[in-house]
Antibody, heavy 120, light 107 residues
Framework: QVQLVESGGGVVQAGRSLRLSCAASGFTFKTYGVHWVRQAPGKGLEWVTFISNDGNIKYYIDSVKGRFTISRDNSRNTVYLEMSSLRPEDTAVYFC?????????????WGQGTLVTVSS | EVVLTQSPATLSLSPGERATLSCRASQSVDNFLAWYQQKPGQAPRLLIYDASNRATGIPARFSGSGSGTDFTLTISSLEPEDFAIYYCHQRDNWPPLTFGGGTKVEI
């Protein structure tokens, strides 16, 4: 069965960096795009970034452009989210989500999320 | 950016009742609208994709309708496990992908 497991969350001071990982299994990883979606405490869902199956196409929400970088290692079935210059407003649970295809924009499977807390 | 507006923010109902949730888009998203269910401490779960198609394993009491800018999620008869937050999401015009603010269905 499809599984996505996030890791790397924690408490970090504003201005510092953190790297999240999303380890995938149960499907042909190199065929599908992957997204990160976040949810601030008590708030709704916010799409953050997308990477295509081969890593050549990447999209970001405006608020993280220049600060966050998405990447993937198809030999390790893992997607990464490198977050730098973190701000208190980046505090959220970060979910990785599998794209239904390779850029459909539809999330068919989600991980359980990892909490990032940015302290001021 | 496509803005999705969900209403009502909260729906207070009893088990067995019918729930009708609305999602309105700021511009047409054709039928590229999905619905997700989220329970506390859990990841969202895909219920409906492309406005009216139930995802794998989703019970028939969940149905979606609409196209263009106005969409509806209907739960025909609420089960105790259906009390949760529901989000709509559009993928017609992206990036960015966008979500509605959510509707909480409470007892």
């Amino acid at each position: 069965q499809v599984q996505l497991v996030e890791s790397g969350g924690g408490v970090v001071q504003a201005g510092r960096s953190l790297r999240l990982s999303c380890a995938a299994s149960g499907f042909t990883f190199k065929t599908y795009g992957v997204h990160w979606v976040r949810q601030a405490p008590g708030k709704g869902l916010e799409w953050v970034t997308f990477i295509s199956n081969d890593g050549n196409i990447k999209y970001y929400i405006d608020s993280v452009k220049g600060r966050f970088t998405i990447s993937r290692d198809n030999s390790r079935n893992t997607v990464y989210l490198e977050m730098s210059s973190l701000r208190p407003e980046d505090t959220a649970v970060y979910f990785c989500a599998k794209d239904h295809d390779n850029g459909s924009g539809e999330f068919d499977y989600w991980g359980q999320g990892t909490l990032v807390t940015v302290s001021s | 950016e496509v803005v999705l507006t969900q209403s009502p923010a909260t729906l207070s109902l009893s088990p067995g009742e019918r729930a009708t949730l609305s999602c309105r888009a700021s511009q047409s998203v054709d039928n590229f609208l999905a619905w997700y269910q989220q329970k506390p401490g859990q990841a969202p779960r895909l219920l409906i994709y492309d406005a009216s198609n139930r995802a794998t394993g989703i019970p028939a009491r969940f149905s979606g309708s609409g196209s263009g800018t106005d969409f509806t999620l209907t739960i025909s008869s609420l089960e105790p496990e259906d009390f949760a937050i529901y989000y709509c999401h559009q993928r017609d015009n992206w990036p960015p992908l966008t979500f509605g603010g959510g509707t909480k269905v409470e007892i």
